[in-house]
């Protein structure tokens, strides 16, 4: 999806939450087109995702396909998503960002981590800093690849997050630190996992309000050129 006018514009590519690509996600599209963003939304699950998209309040289905989920080859399907919006004539190849939720933030962190020219990263509430265990679909943790992110990022998290912990956090804090990663980690009060859901026990307005207003001015700072004094 590309914004109204003249380009070349910033491009964003959006990893899905973890029911895959649904009028959620659309809706994010259209909203940072609205403000001036290209962006694509690849399907890591290969159309092989939950069937019910919008299940906000049952977790089983969409619980057994992330544990089926390839990692690795979702990782790589968001880079390629970035080298197909660097090539299109309509985006500027030198501004192209990440944003992901959930199980798509974490995709999307693999992928910023697995390459250096990517613009920028915003990652609400990466779901799997850590795997249950390692193995042919989960072959490192993305915690242990943060070293290797070389763009700026932003973590967003609520204080209440079941899924990352307190401590989870504290030790992603501490590697940002360690490693001189150029990353903040915002965390906002009251909200749990998945905060920005459209609806369900799991959405919290003020924190997704909060956040969209945190995520879209650290992209504007980042990705925007500069302005003539």
Request: charged share 25%.
């Amino acid at each position: 999806m590309t914004p109204e006018g003249p380009g070349p514009f910033p491009g964003v590519v959006l990893g899905a939450e973890a029911y895959g690509v649904n009028p959620f996600i659309l809706d994010v599209q259209r909203r940072l087109a609205d403000l001036g963003y290209a962006s694509t939304v690849p399907d890591y699950y290969r159309g092989q995702g939950p069937a019910r998209t919008e299940a906000y309040d049952d977790f089983a289905e969409v619980r057994e396909h992330v544990d089926r989920l390839d990692f690795t080859r979702g990782a790589r399907d968001l880079a390629a998503a970035v080298d197909a919006l660097r090539v299109h004539p309509a985006v500027d190849a030198r501004r192209v960002a990440v944003w992901g939720y959930c199980t798509g933030g974490t995709l999307a962190w693999l992928a910023a981590c697995g390459r250096g020219d990517v613009a920028a990263a915003v990652l609400f509430y990466p779901s799997q800093p850590r795997f249950h265990e390692l193995g042919p679909r989960t072959p490192v943790h993305a915690l242990d690849l943060l070293w290797q992110l070389t763009c700026p990022a932003l973590f967003l998290y609520g204080e209440a997050d079941p899924v990352v912990p307190p401590e989870l956090l504290d030790e992603l804090r501490a590697r940002i630190e360690r490693w001189g990663v150029d990353a903040e980690i915002r965390r906002y009060a009251g909200a749990g996992h998945a905060f920005s859901s459209p609806w369900g026990p799991m959405r919290n307005e003020a924190a997704d309000r909060a956040a969209w207003g945190d995520a879209t001015a650290f992209l504007d700072q980042r990705l925007r050129p500069a302005r003539s004094p």
